[in-house]
């Protein structure tokens, strides 16, 4: 029987053989944190303490922003040193809480008490996810409490984890695959108890035949859970191809997983699900890749967020070249840094150092009209009709060519052989129309 997967798509170099291999390192930091407010998807969080107070590991130091947002706890105790505006990875500015760390490492009351889920109703488990300040912890970063409340939960049919770890380079959920398989589980059986028709799929892609066999062996006896090998495709991981690959359901810009029946949570999203409902412990750390032909030894960290990247680099052993690009996730799908001291944030997987000779031939030349993109397109769009539209300022006619079902995979970049563009343009067209239509609406 065929492997499960989606139409289109591309099948770059996974490059997974450099960090696979190590297992995970726990690392504490050695210097400042820095908590930015806005490391999900929705308004930033609001910070709740002041500059000069002492906060202690797993305090809530910054509270939700609104429906679609995400609290924010200390991963340190320490003093609170400065609340301001910082820049981050993208360029832009947010605000930031920065805490000396005191590397005593004194803990909130409460913090790691044992808790059975079994006796937790559903709003007490929902509860202690949004409290936690859980995100999707594969790149999206939804606040997870968002996902997990549905209109009707009697309607959902599957959750899905995401296995599929599909970008090339990183190896964090691989890793936790193979040394943490039965916090995964018991993350989904905490979110199967708010499902209660749901089945639960580990959709995982067939170039991890080990953590295939981890979670198999995990999941034996279970009468909700199954584990479904994937085909290796990228974007295999995006949410509406993993949905189609697993269920044969479509979903578009204007639905919701919850639409098909679904709710899609992250590996590592699950892990922090578990650990928050069983064990009263916030999304205060996180697993992170750190690899690139530039890196002296790929590896995988278990590290506190708002640690700066430097410190994960030098943990690393620092870079064998200057980097000819630094990219916080994937080659694919990932943000190209300007600084290799940035914070880690709950959204953070990868910390991928390219050389040169990882970059070379990659300077953009004419259309040769080939069609390549059309095909790679896990969205069936036109991507260089998107790409002309945006050139031009037409923004109707990129609206009208469907250009806000772009997920922004970068397919279509990556099959181009003259190497334009296209993703990138899209993507920047895409966010300047959705801005206008705020705007419009807010009126």
Do not use: W
């Not at 606040?143 to 009707?152: H, L, N």
């Not at 085909?231 to 995006?238: I, L, N, R, V």
């Not at 109707?396 to 993703?423: N, Q």
Request: aromatic letters at 6%; proline letters at 5%.
């Amino acid at each position: 029987m065929p492997l499960k997967t989606f139409k289109g798509g591309v099948h770059p170099k996974d490059k997974k053989e450099l960090s696979e291999g190590a297992q995970i390192v726990r690392l504490e930091a050695k210097g400042e944190l820095t908590y930015l407010m806005n490391q999900h998807i929705g308004a930033p969080a609001k910070p709740i303490v002041n500059v000069g107070d002492r906060v202690l590991l797993g305090q809530t130091i910054a509270e939700a922003g609104g429906f679609v947002s995400a609290s924010v706890s200390a991963s340190v105790s320490g003093v609170v040193k400065s609340i301001g505006p910082k820049v981050t990875r993208s360029g832009d500015e947010a605000i930031a809480i920065t805490v000396e760390n005191d590397n005593e490492y004194e803990a909130v009351e409460g913090f790691g008490e044992p808790r059975d889920y079994d006796k937790m109703s559903k709003e007490d488990i929902r509860a202690a996810i949004k409290a936690a300040g859980i995100v999707g912890m594969g790149g999206a970063g939804f606040p997870t409490a968002v996902k997990c409340t549905v209109k009707d939960d009697s309607k959902i049919e599957y959750v899905i984890c995401n296995g599929a770890e599909c970008e090339p380079y990183i190896t964090c959920d691989y890793r936790l695959m193979l040394e943490r398989p039965e916090d995964a589980v018991l993350g989904m059986k905490i979110v199967l108890k708010l499902f209660e028709n749901a089945s639960g799929v580990f959709g995982i892609e067939n170039n991890k035949p080990l953590g295939i066999e981890s979670l198999r062996k995990a999941t034996e006896g279970s009468e909700r859970m199954s584990v479904l090998p994937l085909k290796k495709k990228y974007p295999q991981g995006g949410e509406r191809m993993l949905i189609s690959a697993v269920t044969g359901r479509k979903i578009n810009s204007k639905m919701l997983p919850a639409d098909a029946g679904c709710v899609v949570l992250n590996y590592s999203t699950l892990i922090a699900i578990a650990e928050a409902v069983t064990k009263n412990i916030p999304l205060v750390r996180r697993v992170v890749t750190v690899t690139g032909e530039a890196i002296k030894t790929p590896s995988n960290f278990d590290v506190p967020i708002g640690i700066s990247s430097k410190e994960l680099i030098e943990a690393a052993g620092g870079f064998t070249e200057d980097p000819e690009k630094l990219i916080f996730g994937g080659p694919m799908m990932g943000a190209a840094v300007y600084s290799d001291d940035l914070p880690i944030t709950k959204d953070s997987s990868c910390i991928l150092a390219l050389s040169k000779d990882e970059t070379a031939g990659l300077e953009p030349s004419e259309c040769i009209r080939c069609g390549k993109c059309l095909y790679a397109c896990p969205e069936h769009l036109m991507p260089i009709r998107l790409k002309n539209s945006a050139d031009a300022g037409d923004y109707k006619d990129f609206e009208a060519a469907h250009g806000l079902e772009c997920i922004g995979c970068g397919c279509c970049t990556y099959v181009c052989p003259a190497k334009r563009r296209l993703s990138q343009t899209i993507t920047m067209a895409k966010r300047y129309v959705l801005a206008e239509k705020k705007k419009g609406a807010a009126k």
